[in-house]
T-cell receptor
């Protein structure tokens, strides 16, 4: 398996633009997690899905953030409108049967100017 | 609210030395604790996962212990190598109260092993 695949690897956009980050989990994994990592706040869990259903989105910072998982092999994290304080590295991870070993993607480095 | 603290924040050691990284947490009601490694510009790689009912896990030169009563976990690295240089993070999943089902990461320890 190729592991968790995230795209794009880097994204530079201007304030106010819509940003969509993509994730393909490991085939067969039933949990998918979205994280954000910054120097100031470290690594934070934003939202996670079980069998394509959002379970806990309490980490989503505000309404500008939304995440979807239309099928078992694809998820998106969308920011609309983007702001400079959203600049961070966003990671996607997947696991089998819940809080077991999580496999991380390489991340998307987002810069909002 | 669960708080996870990792000490030291940074550590520099000569090759071959045995070392210990520390992780402490405030709420002992946890589901599991996991140690990760992160290389610069990369994602996280899981090293060891300790379930709540376990006391330790071992993989090669790595040994992780868990003491829930004292709210502590340690990651022991034997015979360190330059390739061990990375940031090491601990994370845990809460199992009680307001921390139930919540995953919390520490800020990490930056390890440098010099030849």
């Amino acid at each position: 398996d190729a592991g968790v695949i995230q795209s794009p690897r880097h994204e530079v956009t201007e304030m106010g633009q819509e940003v969509t980050l993509r994730c393909k989990p490991i085939s067969g994994h039933d949990y998918l997690f979205w994280y954000r990592q910054t120097m100031m706040r470290g690594l934070e869990l934003l939202i996670y899905f079980n069998n394509n259903v959002p379970i806990d989105d309490s980490g989503m910072p505000e309404d500008r953030f939304s995440a979807k998982m239309p099928n078992a092999s694809f998820s998106t994290l969308k920011i609309q409108p983007s702001e400079p304080r959203d600049s961070a590295v966003y990671f996607c991870a997947s696991s089998l049967r819940g809080w077991n070993i999580q496999y991380f993607g390489a991340g998307t480095r987002l810069s909002v100017l | 609210k669960q708080e996870v603290t990792q000490i030291p924040a940074a550590l520099s050691v000569p090759e071959g030395e045995n070392l210990v990284l520390n992780c402490s947490f405030t709420d002992s009601a946890i589901y599991n604790l996991q140690w990760f490694r992160q290389d610069p510009g990369k994602g996280l790689t899981s090293l060891l996962l300790i379930q709540s009912s376990q006391r330790e896990q071992t993989s090669g030169r790595l040994n992780a212990s868990l003491d829930k009563s004292s709210g502590r976990s340690t990651l022991y690295i034997a015979a360190s190598q330059p390739g061990d240089s990375a940031t090491y993070l601990c994370s845990l999943v809460g199992a009680g109260g307001t921390s139930y089902g919540k995953l919390t990461f520490g800020q990490g320890t930056i390890l440098t092993v010099h030849p």
